[in-house]
């Protein structure tokens, strides 16, 4: 509600939300307008303990149910830093993304909070399309099958150490950067969402859902 007050106190740092809906155009779909949603955002930023968050991704987050236009759903998240005095590094970081529709009429919001920009290394994870890798198992079989030179618990966790680098090296030289790959179809499948959204005929239809399949395999 863009007339509600924020609460004077708050135990930690808190997020808020705020958005509108409208056609594309600026044609009114109804609800809190353009308008409204901007003093809401000229207010709370002038309070000193709000901070908004910018988000990425394209702004049109719902599909029209009516095809004259595009519908763009505008969301806006802030972030009070009120009674807190880590408040200033817990939302540092954090960013907002407005992810591609899949499987549905609005685009999700992917909201990350870190304390630090710092990256940390990655974990290891197991993924499940290894096991469907006709080369998966000779992998592991080949790998704990070399000897160690240890005895009991060692030779254990020296085996385990060298099976997860090789898993990494496996996973790199047969999957190759899946970061890059997603980042990829995710870029192709927002730029067919788009097309369609702008002109919704047959085949940007078709050509979203081949993005669409692409992105999930």
């Known amino acids: 509600d863009c007339d509600a007050p924020l609460p004077r106190r708050v135990p930690a740092p808190t997020p808020y939300g705020g958005g509108f809906l409208e056609a594309e155009g600026g044609r009114s779909l109804g609800g809190r307008g353009r308008a409204e949603h901007e003093g809401f955002v000229r207010q709370k930023r002038a309070k000193s303990y709000i901070h908004s968050i910018e988000a990425d991704g394209s702004f049109l987050t719902q599909e029209s149910q009516i095809r004259e236009s595009a519908v763009a759903h505008f969301q806006t998240l802030f972030t009070s830093d009120r009674g807190s005095l880590v408040a200033p590094t817990v939302f540092a970081v954090t960013t907002v993304t407005h992810l591609t529709r899949f499987g549905s009429d609005h685009s999700p919001l992917l909201i990350r909070c870190r304390f630090s920009s710092t990256r940390r290394r990655s974990s ?89 399949a692409e992105y999930q395999l």
């Open 124 to 212: 290891f994870r197991f993924q499940n399309r290894w096991v469907r890798h006709h080369s998966f198992h000779d992998t592991v079989r080949d790998s704990w099958l070399q000897p160690t030179g240890l005895f009991g618990i060692r030779n254990l966790e020296a085996k385990l150490g060298r099976l997860r680098r090789r898993l990494r090296q496996w996973n790199w030289d047969v999957f190759g950067n899946l970061h890059q790959r997603l980042a990829a179809a995710q870029s192709a499948h927002a730029t067919a969402e788009r097309a369609y959204d702008l002109d919704p005929t047959p085949g940007n239809r078709t050509a979203m859902h081949r993005c669409h």
